[in-house]
Structure formats: C-alpha cells, structure tokens
C-alpha cells in the first residue's frame, strides 16, 4: 500500500516543478479526504505553489464549493470521468491557480450508489494540458483505495506538469 511517505515524496517533485515554473496548483477531491493537498501541503515551501483546496464529498458540498464555476458536463455523476475533469477544472477557476486537480471515487468498503464497486475511481488535472485516469484498484479496503486515489492524481499531476509547454 501506498504510504503518506510516499505521497510526500512525490509532493515534493511535483513542488519543485510548480516552484521552477512559476505556477500554482489547487485540489477538489472527493474520495481521497484530503490526502492529495495534505501530501502537497507537507512539503516545506508549499505556500509558493499551493493555494486551497476543498473536499467535495457530497452534491451539498459541491453545489457550496463550486457551484457553477464551470460548465455542468450533462447527466453528470460523481466516480466519471466527467466528475474529475469538472472537479479539476472547478477548483482551477474557483482557487484561480494553473493547475487544478480533481478526485472521486469509490473508496469502500462497499461500491457507490451508481453501481460502481469499491476501489473505482477517477483522477483528472486541468490546467495548460488537461487529461483524465480511470483508477481500479479491485479491493475493498477503504484506506488502502484513499492512498491508491491519492497516489494516482500526484502522478498524473506530475505527469502533466512535466508535459506542458513552458510559461510564457
């Protein structure tokens, strides 16, 4: 299982990246709890890339948090790819950063409300180049699938960090 160790040091990458190029980042997660800006918030120096981020768990919170920041995809639901984009993209244009990061899921121990099983999730990043992951993690084991969220949307932060053009 993924530790917080780990989430960390990849914090830390991801903090030297933003830092070098001069952008920001921010984070609507669902699923995760707050794991992905806690691992970003545990770097030292975080304050110069890391600007706010929100647990969106239930539509109360989203419709509180993010309302119609961004376009609403139709017939959304949460654990899409839809979801994490616009959970991306939202906190993108709320926070007002380059980057947005966004997360739901299925973390257990049993599946969601839409039939999705536990361990389904997706993770998406917004910003100067914009892509969305499907996460299957096939356990039951709710922490173990909020570490296997988490982990994931630092590596497609990464990712696409990495994959950008640089800033103008």
Do not use: C
């Not at 979801?83 to 939202?90: E, F, S």
């Amino acid at each position: 299982m993924t530790s917080f160790d780990d989430l960390v040091r990849r914090s830390t990458d991801i903090g030297e990246m933003l830092t070098q190029r001069g952008e920001t980042v921010s984070v609507a997660e669902g699923s995760a709890g707050g794991l992905i800006s806690a691992a970003l918030l545990a770097v030292p120096g975080a304050s110069n890339y890391y600007v706010g981020g929100m647990v969106v768990y239930t539509l109360a919170s989203r419709n509180a948090l993010i309302s119609d920041a961004v376009r609403v995809p139709e017939g959304m639901r949460g654990a899409t790819e839809d979801w994490a984009l616009y959970l991306a993209q939202g906190a993108a244009v709320v926070v007002g950063t380059t980057w947005g990061v966004g997360e739901g899921g299925a973390a257990g121990p049993k599946g969601n409300r839409y039939g999705d099983p536990s361990g389904h999730g997706w993770v998406a990043v917004a910003g100067p180049v914009e892509r969305a992951l499907q996460v299957g993690t096939g356990v039951d084991d709710r922490a173990a699938n909020m570490f296997s969220f988490a982990d994931a949307a630092l590596d497609l932060l990464g990712e696409m960090i990495a994959s950008a053009p640089p800033p103008a």
